[in-house]
Nanobody
Framework: QAQLVESGGGLVQAGGSLRLSCAAS????????MGWFRQAPGKERELVTA????????YYADAVKGRFTISRDNAKNTLYLQMGSLKPEDTAVYYCAAARTRTPLTAPKRSDEYDYWGQGTQVTVSS
């Protein structure tokens, strides 16, 4: 069983930046694809970005392309999300998740493909 713990959320002004971290314990995640999801009040959880276990495949939702960057440090068992040019519509609880995949070049896009989830960290962007 893996435990995922997000950190780095907070309150930031529009145009600002934040870096989220997701630390894993209990299991090495070097052979798991990883993703960041978010859920705003009254909305469904949506995929923000995902990365294959090799790091070679990355997916970004259109809403964050060019502003967010996902990265992973397998040696530290940690996933990151660098968020820039933040907008009020980025306000949400952000969750990291891990998915077992058969190949090192798969970045799952559906939440039901993920096996482990963190508890979430709040990101609030003020206008």
């Amino acid at each position: 069983q893996a435990q995922l713990v997000e950190s780095g959320g907070g309150l930031v002004q529009a145009g600002g930046s934040l870096r989220l971290s997701c630390a894993a314990s209990g299991r090495t995640l070097s052979t798991y694809a990883m993703g960041w999801f978010r859920q705003a009040p009254g909305k469904e959880r949506e995929l923000v970005t995902a990365v294959s276990w090799s790091g070679g495949i990355r997916y970004y939702a259109d809403a964050v392309k060019g502003r967010f960057t996902i990265s992973r440090d397998n040696a530290k068992n940690t996933l990151y999300l660098q968020m820039g040019s933040l907008k009020p519509e980025d306000t949400a609880v952000y969750y990291c998740a891990a998915a077992r995949t058969r190949t090192p070049l798969t970045a799952p896009k559906r939440s039901d493909e993920y096996d482990y989830w963190g508890q979430g960290t709040q990101v609030t962007v003020s206008s």
